[in-house]
């Protein structure tokens, strides 16, 4: 069974510092891009960040750009954001999804994970 | 950036009744490799998203075929041919096309009457 499982969320001061973990199982976890996706409290999903199989190219929404890293441990499959700086803003259930893209055909983000939850606040 | 729009934002629906949704994209989503990358997700509540529809048009495994997906373009559409209580949630759009940014709607909330 895929299963995708974050951790690390919490509560943090304006400015504070946190690093979300999402473990995967059940799937080749060197084959697939991965996604963090993010919902601020009753609001839409938005894109956060992307790396690809092997960890050489990332990207990232504007609104974190300098301030979030995504990297990833194929040995031990997992994905994690590093968080800087983080502002109120960066209030949100954060989900971990994988993108089923496969021999360069696209299939969607076919698994994701509970959502591990932030909140920056003083 | 690509910017999705979805109508209604809201909709209730009587079960066993049809309910459609919109997703229009401020650009021409081309085909990449001949496919669409137009996805649909739905958000069941308290739960994480699940995939719906991609490629605009193939249900993902295990959807049920009362769900179909149609469009091109800039205009795509999601219909629900019998409204079920288990359908209730919020169904978004996105977009994989022009990334990065990947681009999701705002989100339409189904309701059962």
């Known amino acids: 069974e895929v299963q995708l499982v974050e951790s690390g969320g919490g509560l943090v001061q304006p400015g504070g510092s946190l690093r979300l973990s999402c473990a995967a199982s059940g799937f080749s976890f060197s084959s697939y891009w991965m996604h963090w996706v993010r919902q601020g409290p009753g609001k839409e999903l938005v894109w956060v960040s992307r790396i690809n199989p092997d960890g050489s190219y990332t990207s990232y929404a504007e609104s974190v750009k300098g301030r979030f890293t995504i990297s990833r441990d194929n040995a031990r499959n997992t994905v994690y954001l590093q968080m800087n700086s983080l502002r109120a803003e960066d209030t949100a259930v954060y989900y971990c999804?994988?993108?089923?893209?496969?021999?360069?055909?696209?299939?969607?983000?076919?698994?994701w994970g509970h959502g591990t939850t932030v909140t920056v606040s003083s | 950036d690509i910017v999705m729009t979805q109508s209604p934002l809201s909709l209730s629906v009587t079960p066993g009744e049809p309910a459609s949704i919109s997703c229009r994209s401020s650009q021409s989503l081309l085909p990449i490799n001949g496919y669409i990358r137009l996805d649909w997700y739905l958000q069941k509540p308290g739960q994480s998203p699940q995939l719906l529809i991609y490629?605009?048009?193939t249900r993902a495994s295990g959807v049920p075929d009362r769900f179909s997906g149609s469009g091109s373009g800039t205009d795509f559409t999601l219909k629900i041919s019998r409204v079920e209580a288990e359908d209730v949630g919020v169904y978004y759009c996105?977009?994989?096309?022009?990334?990065?940014?990947?681009?999701f709607g705002q989100g339409t909330k189904l309701e059962i009457k």
């Open positions: 490629w605009g048009s």
């Open positions: 999804t994988r993108d089923s893209y496969i021999s360069e055909i696209y299939y969607g983000w076919d698994a």
């Open positions: 996105m977009q994989a096309v022009q990334t990065p940014p990947y681009t």
